[in-house]
């Protein structure tokens, strides 16, 4: 006996729909006209159906009942008996209920797709084409049908005035009375203040000179969105490996010196001590437990020699908040541009892809790259086009000294340009938002006691300075002596 053949198709919901078309009502016909397409129908006969529908449509701007249309000599037997048998009844009603049946013939749509997915990759294992080409030709397509099948939607015409504006109705209440989840925070109070987030869709450009801390940024970046709003980053770190970037993590989350991690195990260096491993251990347990209480994941993607299309095909699925890049240099630019293309138009075209992306997929896209000596963004036109956000700092000598970073806003689309400060310490890879410029005053670090914040010596006369820090320091002032008259 045979295996039971899976179903792909549902055709009675497909004749219900397209026959509605011509005995329902007319603003359940115009409904229907305006978001059915020929991928919905995978029954033949309904797909004709509707393509001949469209077609009247286009000429009288409304359709006859299907006993008319039944008379058609353009439709096959088939599809003439159809629109016969149909019970003006049983047309769809109301919006409400088109809606519904759009929805269930988009279930069946993926559904077949995924079946022309699994069939694509079953062909070339039979046909014996799985050679180098083969595999990455493969890989391509399979990519396209993936994305195609996650975003799967229409675009929607947004009409008000003298029409129905159910769409932009739906729009609007959305923005007045529905939570936002299309804001996603930084964790960077100041730079959230700047722009309240990072939008779903957006590309966002962090650049730095070599060394100045990038992948440290965006990790903070990270962990803040997972643990203090709970959403799901995927760091994808074309630089590190695993060990690498977890120990850096660690170090992160559980303030012990990124040093101290590496060196634990090695023969030339010192063991962490019981307290420390016991520290470490217990930020561990409660970064995992986090994830699992609040129903959001932190993903890390060690890889090298990756594209950008499998970058995407390894995500698509994966419902991630934020996609981190480290760094864009690092993809691979030949699904694009070739081999022989220059470094400025690949990463140009990673650029408008990984931006494509992020719109059809609801993500914000994080990428890292360098800047020049001269301060600006490495191929800062190309990259620059197509990016929303571009944030860059340079770590200087001041700012290895103050341990304050200037980051300067040079591009916001939707936000005010406005510089900010974040305070290092990247010894305990831990980076914060700090309230302004370092005062002239600020002085090296003295050395931090494991787990606990660095203090930071000030001149005795820093005006910044508390009046509640200088009555600790100095004591109650001596009362104040009566004038002599």
């Known amino acids: 006996m045979g295996k039971k053949a ?35 129908f995978g029954y033949k006969p309904a797909k004709a159906i509707f393509k001949r529908a469209k077609v009247l449509f286009g000429k009288r701007n409304r359709l006859p009942s299907s006993n008319t249309a039944a008379e058609d000599p353009a439709l096959a037997e088939q599809c003439q008996l159809i629109l016969r048998r149909f019970k003006k009844k049983d047309a769809i009603k109301n919006t409400d209920d088109a809606d519904a049946a759009l929805e269930t013939l988009k279930h069946w749509r993926k559904v077949r797709k995924l079946f022309g997915v699994a069939k694509k990759v079953r062909d070339a294992m039979v046909e014996g084409t799985m050679d180098e080409d083969g595999v990455a030709d493969l890989l391509s397509n399979i990519d396209t049908d993936l994305v195609s099948i996650k975003s799967d939607r229409n675009v929607k015409l947004y009409t008000v005035g003298d029409a129905d504006c159910t769409y932009a109705d739906e729009v609007v209440e959305k923005i007045l009375y529905s939570s936002n989840d299309n804001l996603l925070p930084t964790g960077f109070d100041n730079l959230d203040r700047i722009c309240k987030g990072f939008a779903r869709g957006n590309l966002i450009i962090l650049a730095a000179s070599s060394g100045g801390g990038k992948s440290t940024v965006a990790m903070n970046m990270a962990v803040n969105q997972y643990l203090n709003h709970n959403k799901s980053p995927a760091i994808i770190s074309l630089e590190m490996g695993a060990i690498e970037y977890h120990e850096r993590l660690l170090s992160c989350i559980s303030g012990v010196s990124y040093e101290a991690i590496r060196e634990h195990g090695s023969p030339a260096g010192k063991n962490l001590s019981p307290v420390q491993l016991k520290k470490i251990d217990k930020a561990w347990r409660k970064f995992r437990k986090h994830g ?19 970058l995407r095909a390894r995500l698509v699925t994966g419902g991630y908040d934020y996609w981190i ?23 140009g075209d990673i650029a408008r892809f990984l931006k494509n992306t992020a719109e059809l997929l609801g993500v914000a896209v994080i990428a890292l790259t360098q800047i020049s000596d001269d301060f600006r963004v490495k191929y800062s036109r190309a990259v620059k086009e197509h990016a929303n956000f571009v944030l860059k ?27 900010f400060y974040l305070l290092e310490d990247f010894p305990y890879m831990t980076v914060k938002s700090h309230s302004g ?22 001149s005795r006369g820093n005006r910044n300075e508390g009046e509640g820090m200088r009555k600790r320091r100095d004591g109650p002032k001596p009362a104040r002596r009566m004038r002599q008259l």
């Open 325 to 347: 890049v480290d760094y864009l240099n690092l993809l691979d630019p030949t699904d694009f541009s070739g081999s022989g293309a220059s470094e400025a138009k690949a990463l």
């Open 6 to 40: 899976t179903k792909t198709i549902n055709t009675k919901m497909e004749i219900r729909t397209v026959c509605s078309l011509f005995d329902g009502p007319d603003e359940v016909s115009q409904h229907l006209v305006a978001e059915l397409r020929p991928s919905f």
């Open 292 to 310: 699992r209480k609040h129903g959001c994941k932190f993903s890390v993607f060690p890889v090298t020699d990756l594209s950008a299309t499998e």
């Open 393 to 419: 700092w340079k770590y200087d000598e001041d700012a290895e000294t103050s341990h304050v970073i200037k980051v300067v806003f040079d591009k916001g689309r939707s936000s005010r340009k406005e510089d």
């Open 437 to 458: 410029p370092p005062p002239d005053t600020y002085a090296r670090e003295e050395p931090r006691v494991e787990g606990e914040e660095p203090r930071r010596r000030r």
